[in-house]
């Protein structure tokens, strides 16, 4: 059979790892399982024979977006690569070692956070058994990506779910007078309200995610523009609130425009000789706006 790319999800990929802050790794990482809700089933040599396609393969937050081609991706997505991969118990664990980037340091916040509704996804290139479906051969492995709310691989969490279905089962057979619409009735009751409370998980999770990702710009913005005024040279009168108000909302060319500007003043000003001026007797103080324009002022006169 021509092998086809598949897209497989593991929702409890963190429920054995640890995270090495020294060495920037985040071990024991489940990178895929044997069942799968996507509807396929993975044949126990075809994970053994997988595990080296794994090493050094790399890791992205969220999938490609444009899902026929998998393999574009931009580097501002990049997590780290996979090392140590390794079958054990049924699927292929392995470890992440990630960059020191804004990615990277997201992906170290969601693997601490415990987070629900976010799982580790790899995009193979794999072959499936003509008589049953299952996957019997992965012929190579694209990524594996962290993503948000996956559909989920046979898990500690499925089993519970599978022993309260089991529970349920039970009880229904133990009260074989309700009728079978009350039962379907209850069924589905139970699960909208599942439904909505992952929606409501989901978007917590995004909230934080978008909370994560503002600080980081802020530092970020924050960097850039103290570099900026280091390579200007600006005085530190001419740095005022105001000023540093407007480098913040304004891009990184208009940036500059504006550092240009306040040294051409700074430099006309310094042209005219200084005037002796009589000291003001007022006593009120002035803002560091209206101390920059006095003491240009003063300057040009």
């Known amino acids: ?16 790892l640890q995270v090495d802050h020294t060495n920037r790794l985040v071990r024991n990482v489940a990178l895929t399982g044997g069942t799968s809700k996507n509807g396929y089933e993975y044949q126990e040599q075809a994970l053994r024979d997988a595990v080296a396609l794994y090493e050094q393969r790399p890791v992205f937050l969220d999938h490609a977006s444009d899902k026929s081609r998998p393999q574009e991706r931009s580097t501002r997505d990049l997590v780290g690569s996979i090392v140590n991969a390794c079958y054990e118990s049924g699927r292929i664990r392995g470890d992440i070692r990630v960059l020191d980037t804004d990615s990277g340091r997201t992906f170290l916040a969601l693997s601490e956070s415990d987070a629900p509704g976010v799982g580790m996804s790899h995009v193979v290139l794999a072959e499936r058994a003509s008589d049953d479906g299952s996957v019997s051969r992965i012929h190579d492995v694209v990524s594996v990506d962290a993503v948000v709310f996956p559909a989920t691989t046979t898990t500690f969490r499925e089993s519970q779910a599978q022993t309260s279905s089991e529970q349920s089962r039970k ?8 009728s079978q619409d009350e039962h379907e009735e209850t069924a589905t009751s139970n699960l909208q309200e599942q439904i909505q409370q992952l929606l409501i998980e989901r978007d917590e999770l995004l909230a934080r995610l978008d909370e994560v990702q503002s600080r980081q710009t802020a530092v970020q913005q924050e960097r850039e523009i103290a570099g900026l005024l280091s390579e200007s040279g600006l005085p530190a009168y001419a740095v005022t609130e105001t000023f540093r108000e407007q480098l913040e909302a304004a891009d990184e060319p208009r940036r500059r425009e504006l550092l240009q500007e306040r040294l051409t003043l700074i430099e006309a000003s310094r042209s005219h000789p200084p005037l002796s001026r009589e000291r003001s007797s007022a006593t009120h103080s002035l803002t560091t706006d209206d101390t920059f324009v006095t003491t240009i002022k003063r300057q040009a006169s």
Do not use: F
């Not at 059979?1 to 054995?16: G, N, R, Y």
């Not at 009880?171 to 309700?178: E, M, P, R, S, T």
């Open 1 to 16: 059979m021509k092998p086809s790319t598949l897209i497989e999800h593991v929702a409890d990929w963190h429920s054995q």
């Open 171 to 178: 009880h229904v057979q133990a009260n074989a007078g309700h």
